[in-house]
DNA sequence: AGCACGCCGACT
DNA sequence: GTCGGCGTGCTC
């Protein structure tokens, strides 16, 4: 009987592959990677089992080539973790484990840290006299007296001395008198906790007393209002699962792991932080993960895949914007970091926190009945006043680049009483279409159903869809005309009628083009932040986390767009983004004003939002989606095709509908053309299930995905699945 | 996903 | 006569 291992490689591979162990030295364990044979390559792979035997004749099995980590990389809880994510999203396991790997471990590299070389004082150093050679060797001397203080010192204290210290530590070295050490460095930032915890409100109070490290786990939901400090009650319950030894284990959006949250956790806190996200470099990543794997790090702050890091100690899991789109991934593996990171907790018996100023539909849900416990923070730091909502009713009303009068006052009110206001509008560029006046012709993509988006600054009219760039025509390729026009509104034109209407007042524009250059966003909110621009506009980035205590107005440009969108998530995103933009105002002890420029007024959405704010707006919501049978009420799973050719997708999708189960209990909708029907040159479709439970829809795309591969038709697409969409569209 | 094989068009 | 286009099929 042949010794068999199963091994996850990157490929279209459901499952692991079963492979010989390697023909001489020791067997490799679970968890550690391996080099094994495929096809005519050589590749990376995760040992993930040691089954009794192979489904495959002994003749097809190959052996592993070589052994790359003799003690597991993962652990078995991790390795679970990775195996029911691939399951739950229906997606090649042996992907979901690169999901897991930094890129270094994904190509084989060794999983050592950086390591730092320092130098330690010997006994004959200890004994050495420093006079004898202060005249000859002055360096040297300094050093040696340096080291008889401190026994050692590390390159960086190195750097704080003069001239050429390392061969004069050399010398020290060759002499006898100081030996070289190495220690692995992962790169990690030290807790300072110079500065106290803020003293907590009765709000904060119970719910961070509501977290207990150490006492299993619990799904907890911070409800809390921007300003209302849940920052604070994640690190109270941090600092206490730290004084436990544990790990705390934080994810937040991309956009929210900003410079400012790591130097406030590492301002507050006592212990060691790394940070996971895609900025950094391979060897800082690896370094961060191998941290939080040995238990160097006793908090780790990352983004989405940091869900999967593996952690010696986890004592607490931390989720922060848990309402944030960007918590799931959007292609390939589709995997969902807070629905994970809820698992996750849950399997390793830890605390959950899931914190936000706008829960999601689903958390909020999950607080009804009680399988997440509910803590609502109300009260703002500094007890100021919540911003109040009023709507600027733009039916009839003149617009000058879609600011109506009443707006223009209000801002100049607010910049002559000395304070900021904040514009919002969620689309960037001049305007989202370039018009012929004469004949109506309009710019559009070739590879996109979209129009073209007019860039006045770049001078050229941009796909957002597709990225496809073109100079701006000079006449119209219709009829010749030279009279071609922008229409609608982008956050470029408004910054051009701002700079009109307040010649005195330059704004500062913060959108994906005016960030494109590296620290320019971090330079453009401080600019915001200290008061040096006092009118400040753009786009949903400015929605995400960051601090603008001075601002008394917030506007939404055009609330319109978001009322009537195709996804059935569009209000809700909508009242996400109201809500997180309007909570930069009235921070501190000057009251803000929000205003909504808005063509309906009427609008159930906005009164809801008005007249009862988020939650009010969420309890609607929800009864909504269970009337309609739409998640969270029930389970949905799409499929998506696309292809080149116009009807291919369809003709999948159809057959795949054709060898659907039999299960009444799956609602079944499409195939159906995707909201924009072609995009970069491919035309898409897709079919949606709903099911009455996670489980039922699960055994379903059990039963059914593994034959569609099988169809011929579906040679001629490309499709994949996405369970728990959040992008239905 | 990669990497073969395989069967048809424009070149030394 | 070959070089190479991308359709088709397989990898434990």
């Known amino acids: ?63 592993v080539t070589e052994v790359l980590d003799s003690a597991p990389l993962l652990d078995p809880a991790t ?5 029911w994510a691939a399951r739950y999203y229906h997606h090649p396991v042996g992907e979901a484990y690169l999901t897991a790997l930094p890129a270094r471990l994904r190509r084989g590299q060794s999983a050592t840290p950086s390591v730092e070389t320092g130098w330690r004082i010997t006994e004959s150093g200890e004994a050495a006299q420093i006079d004898s050679r202060s005249r000859r060797a002055p360096r040297q001397a300094m050093l040696l007296e340096a080291l008889q203080q401190s026994k050692t010192l590390t390159a960086v204290q190195l750097a704080g001395f003069s001239g050429d210290a390392r061969a004069a530590l050399k010398r020290l070295v060759e002499q006898g008198l100081a030996e070289t050490v190495t220690a692995p460095d992962y790169g990690l930032l030290q807790g300072l906790s110079n500065e106290p915890g803020a003293v907590l409100n009765a709000e904060q109070q119970s719910s961070a007393a509501a977290i207990q490290p150490g006492a299993g786990h619990q799904a907890i939901l911070v409800d809390g209002v921007t300003g209302s400090g849940k920052t604070e009650v994640y690190l109270d319950a941090i600092e206490r699962t730290l004084a436990l030894g544990r790990q705390t284990l934080v994810v937040v959006p991309e956009i929210g792991l900003t410079p400012q949250l790591v130097s406030r956790f590492q301002q507050r806190l006592a212990g060691r932080i790394a940070i996971l996200h895609s900025g950094l470099a391979d060897g ?18 990352g983004t989405r895949s940091a869900v999967f ?22 292609e390939g593996f589709r995997y969902s970091a807070r629905d994970l990171a809820v698992l996750r907790g849950y399997r390793l018996d830890i605390p959950v926190v899931l914190g936000s100023a706008t829960p999601s539909l689903e958390s909020l849900a999950n607080a ?10 109300r009260q703002r730091a500094g007890d100021a006043r919540p911003p109040s909502l009023q709507l600027l009713d733009m039916r009839g009303e003149p617009t000058r680049d879609g600011l109506s009068q ?71 390729p219709s009829c010749g005309s030279v009279d071609l026009r922008a229409l609608g509104l982008g956050t470029e034109r408004i910054e051009a009628a ?62 319109d767009q978001g009322l009537f969108g195709a996804d059935f998530r569009a209000p809700e995103r909508l009242a ?20 909504i420029q808005t063509h309906h007024p009427e609008h159930p959405l906005l009164q809801q939002l008005l007249h009862g704010g988020y939650s009010a707006f969420a309890r609607t919501a929800l009864a909504e989606r269970e009337a309609a049978g739409l998640p969270p009420a029930r389970a949905m799973a799409l499929i998506r095709a696309e292809a080149t050719a116009r009807d291919a997708p369809n003709a999948f999708l159809q057959a795949a509908m054709q060898q659907t189960p039999g299960d009444a209990a799956i609602e079944r909708l499409g195939p159906y053309p995707a909201p924009m029907e072609r995009r970069a040159g491919r035309h898409r479709a897709q079919l949606m299930l709903l099911a009455d439970s996670r489980n039922s829809l699960q055994t379903f795309l059990s039963r059914w995905l593994p034959g569609l591969s099988r169809i011929p038709e579906a040679r001629q697409v490309r499709w994949s699945v996405d369970v728990d969409p959040v992008e239905a569209l």
């Not at 390795?79 to 195996?83: K, N």
């Not at 509008?425 to 370039?434: K, Y």
């Not at 006092?534 to 603008?548: D, E, N, P, V, W």
């Not at 996400?576 to 004003?593: H, N, S, W, Y």
């Open 1 to 63: 009987m042949t010794e068999v291992i199963r091994v996850a490689v990157a490929g279209p591979f459901t499952d692991a592959l079963d492979y010989r162990l390697p023909v001489t030295g020791p067997a490799p364990v679970i968890g550690a990677r391996v080099r094994v044979p495929l096809g005519r390559r050589n590749i990376v792979g995760m040992v993930t089992s040691r089954p009794e035997a192979s489904d495959l004749a002994d003749d097809r099995l190959r052996a």
């Open 79 to 83: 390795i679970e973790l990775i195996e």
């Open 406 to 476: 009443p707006l223009l006052d209000r801002v100049r009110g607010h910049l002559d009483a000395g304070g900021q206001a904040l514009l919002f509008l969620n689309r960037r560029g001049f305007a989202p279409t370039l018009i012929c006046h004469e004949c109506g012709w309009l710019a559009e993509c070739d590879r996109c159903d979209a129009r073209y988006t007019y860039h006045r600054g770049r001078r050229r009219l941009h796909c957002h869809h597709c990225d496809r760039e073109r100079p701006i025509p000079h006449h119209c």
């Open 309 to 330: 890091a593996p952690l010696k100690h986890p004592g607490l899991i931390v989720i922060d914007e848990e309402h944030d789109p960007s918590l799931k991934q959007q």
């Open 284 to 301: 800082e990543r690896l370094n961060a993960w191998l941290a939080a794997r040995a238990g160097e790090a006793d908090v780790v702050i």
């Open 368 to 377: 009804t009945t009680g399988r997440y416990q509910c803590y609502p923070l």
């Open 576 to 595: 996400q983004q109201i809500v997180q933009v309007a909570g930069r105002a009235g921070r501190a002890d000057r009251p803000g004003e929000v205003v």
């Open 498 to 559: 701002l700079t009109d209407a307040f010649p005195d007042t330059p704004p500062v524009r913060i959108d994906r083009d005016s960030t494109r250059r590296r620290g320019s966003f971090e330079q453009a909110m401080r600019q915001a932040r200290d008061g040096e621009t006092r009118l400040i506009l753009g786009t949903q980035m400015l929605a995400k986390g960051h601090h603008l205590p001075a601002v008394t107005l917030v506007a939404i440009i055009d609330a």
